[in-house]
């Protein structure tokens, strides 16, 4: 009976969202004026967006290397042209040493020339197989130089030491399914191979291994001393060099290559569009994106550089031409490389940092049908509630429900539809916080800034020769930088003024995940359910109550939430006082301020590195299976709630309401490592 109670509510609760859903539809955009969304949708442009991404898809991106140089003083120059103030490219040391927060600067890589040939009896070059000219791909980052004419060698994934039994690798060439990263400690430090040829496949999606043509983007260790190489093949070429070697075939091939390591630069673009209220201008909401990534890397991610630079451009003209009013508070554009150019960027300039109030960050917004890709409009995490996600998925159901309309032939104000691009529905998802980008360190508790996520994800050519322009669509960029820059442009201009309609979108939204609550809860035991409902409540109040970081709500709006959040809860949901934990789980843990920063920051780990390789692996947590997580989300959550006000207990009811029920032992293991590594401090009991 209590179920079908649950379920019920569950219905009457989707009914009134839809219905206010519905209803805002026809009335009209959500929070911005008509004028303001109607320049918004005119100016954006992906045709523009598309052209800048060309050029930045030409080049080879690697952290702190010329290509990424190249792009960063393009990205630089655009920004000028478009009217955007205070542009600088900031720089910091990416030399291997210097520490910033939990991120060890990697050093600049760059590679001259690369290529691998097959050799003929004769001993004379025959066949190319693979060229840096060509394709920079070929060549695995962190390679170093080498010369080597040697036999191949297939080890299999290469990864084990089964792999190398009975089979004499040293001076070889090893063919490996694995990364080149996962190798070289097996295949060249402990048996002596000369070099590394992968044909690692790509990312599982539901398209894994269907084009055999594809090249992964390839790693090597970008710490290690010792030195080699890795090329990268297709899956159609490995096979062929298997069947071959399956025959009895001696394959001899030479490999050259001309690349190493070296102390650089991180080179991080930033433009500005000042705020116009005195008071607030000093108040930052930032574009973020990252401009890193291997050539073609044309979603993943020239598309999120290109879009937010195209916001840029957009607000500025409009500004210009007086269509919109200057923004409240400052608008602050970054092109980092990823997730490590950012922790340099927040641990470096703290000036910076103290001023971003929140964030939109793009990563791979312009996938078209041929890469499959399905878009979405992603929240913060759960141990930082922020009305900024209702703000976006608003703007993201407006334009689902925009341009579904005109795919369907109706006559609507808002299509959001590119001269050169797609006219299908964007059927974005709204979607609960992921991992996997920029937007997980400014959402770190250490840093605590929300942030809107706009992504692809799958992507069947992420990270491979296929992730191209072509694949572009123009259509996809507009849409994306309208529900960025509406949402960053609202957001800038915030005040109690506007706290009103915030609450409504926050109410409707908040309708919508007491449905999905209320379903899910429905398999707990009473314990887990009971813990559930008190953190899904408490996180709906701290949503609406996360205004206050902008605004002094008004009285009127503040009763209204109060009485809402009171009706909100099903009539069974009565919460006795918990009992005390036990005494081991009522330890209190707190965050050490100098220690900034995720604990798995990009090719380096910081927890693995402080604590120890062997001994990492043994911390339960981080490799369990949750109802709706796994180990390196229980973890980031875990720290995120080590606020000194939580004791353990706390904590694994937080992550355990999130991601699905975790012992508390393992929690607490967890926090033990970390205290060992000074990243979190026991303050009590």
């Not at 090249?215 to 096979?239: N, Y």
């Not at 995490?381 to 429900?401: H, K, Q, R, T, Y």
């Not at 205004?547 to 009539?571: E, G, H, K, L, Y």
Request: proline share 6%; charged share 25%.
């Amino acid at each position: 009976m209590l179920r079908m109670k649950m379920f019920s509510l569950a219905a009457a609760i989707l009914f009134s969202a839809f219905s206010f859903s519905d209803l805002r539809a026809q009335q009209g955009p959500p929070l911005l004026p008509e004028p303001v969304v109607a320049a918004l949708a005119n100016e954006l442009s992906g045709e523009t967006a598309k052209r800048d991404l060309e050029f930045i898809s030409r080049q080879h991106r690697m952290r702190a290397s010329k290509g990424i140089s190249i792009a960063a003083e393009f990205v630089a120059e655009q920004a000028r042209v478009y009217g955007l103030e205070d542009v600088e490219i900031l720089k910091f040391p990416a030399d291997g040493k210097t520490f910033y927060g939990t991120q060890k600067a990697r050093p600049a890589w760059n590679a001259e020339f690369a290529e691998l040939w097959e050799m003929g009896a004769d001993g004379r070059p025959r066949t190319l197989i693979a060229s840096w000219d060509a394709m920079p791909l070929v060549l695995a980052q962190d390679s170093e130089s080498g010369n080597v004419t040697a036999e191949l060698v297939d080890v299999g994934a290469g990864t084990s030491e089964a792999d190398y039994a009975g089979k004499d690798v040293r001076g070889k060439l090893v063919l490996v399914s694995a990364q080149p990263e996962a190798v070289f400690r097996l295949a060249v430090e402990k048996y002596g191979a000369a070099g590394i040829l992968s044909y690692a496949q790509n990312q599982r999606t539901a398209w894994f291994g269907e084009n055999d043509n594809l090249i992964r983007w390839g790693h090597l260790d970008s710490f290690t001393d010792t030195k080699t190489f890795g090329f990268m093949l297709s899956l159609k070429q490995a096979r062929g060099f298997q069947a071959r070697l399956a025959r009895g075939e001696k394959i001899i091939l030479k490999a050259e290559v001309r690349a190493g390591r070296e102390p650089g630069n991180y080179e991080i673009p930033t433009a500005v569009i000042r705020g116009a209220d005195p008071n607030l201008r000093d108040e930052e909401i930032a574009f973020s994106c990252h401009l890193d990534h291997p050539r073609p890397g044309a979603n993943d991610n020239a598309s999120g550089c290109v879009t937010i630079l195209e916001v840029g451009r957009t607000l500025a003209k409009l500004i210009r031409e007086g269509k919109i009013e200057r923004p409240r508070r400052s608008i602050r554009f970054i092109w980092p490389p990823e997730i490590e150019g950012t922790l340099a960027l927040l641990n470096a300039r703290p000036d910076i940092t103290k001023r971003i109030k929140a964030v939109i960050h793009m990563d791979m917004v312009g996938g078209g049908p041929e890469t499959k890709a399905v878009f979405h409009v992603t929240r913060g995490p759960a141990s930082l509630p922020s009305f900024i996600n209702d703000v976006a998925e608003a703007f993201g159901e407006f334009v689902n429900e925009q341009s579904y309309r005109h795919a369907a032939g109706q006559t609507v104000l808002y299509p959001l539809v590119a001269p050169e691009g797609g006219k299908e529905p964007l059927n974005a998802r709204m979607a609960d916080f992921s991992m996997g980008s920029d937007h997980q360190v400014y959402t770190d508790s250490s840093f605590g800034i929300p942030a809107i996520y706009l992504n692809d994800w799958p992507d069947r050519y992420i990270h491979t020769n296929f992730d191209t322009p072509a694949n572009i669509d123009t259509t996809k960029l507009k849409r994306a930088g309208f529900i960025g820059g509406a949402s960053g442009y609202f957001v800038a201009n915030v005040t109690a003024d506007d706290a009103e309609n915030i609450w409504h979108i926050v109410r409707s939204r908040s309708l919508l995940r007491t449905a999905k609550f209320l379903e899910r809860r429905s398999s707990l035991s009473s314990v887990e359910d009971m813990n559930y409902a008190i953190f899904h409540y408490s996180n709906e109040r701290r949503i609406f109550d996360s205004m206050s970081r902008f605004v002094s709500i008004p009285a009127a709006v503040r009763n209204d939430a109060d009485a809402f959040f009171r009706r909100q809860r099903s009539p069974e949901d009565v919460f006795p006082p918990a009992p005390p934990p036990h005494p081991n789980y009522q330890v209190v843990f707190k965050r050490n301020p100098e220690i900034r920063g995720t604990m798995n920051a990009f090719g380096y780990n910081y927890f693995t590195d402080k604590y120890g390789e062997e001994r990492a692996r043994s911390i339960r947590l981080l490799r369990y299976q949750g109802l709706r997580g796994s180990g390196g989300e229980y973890a980031y959550e875990v720290l995120n709630f080590a606020d000194g006000k939580r004791n353990v207990q706390q904590i694994r009811d937080a992550v355990s309401a999130i991601y699905g029920p975790v012992p508390v032992d393992v929690v607490l293991e967890y926090l033990r490592a970390l205290e060992e590594i000074k990243v979190v401090e026991k303050i009590g009991p």
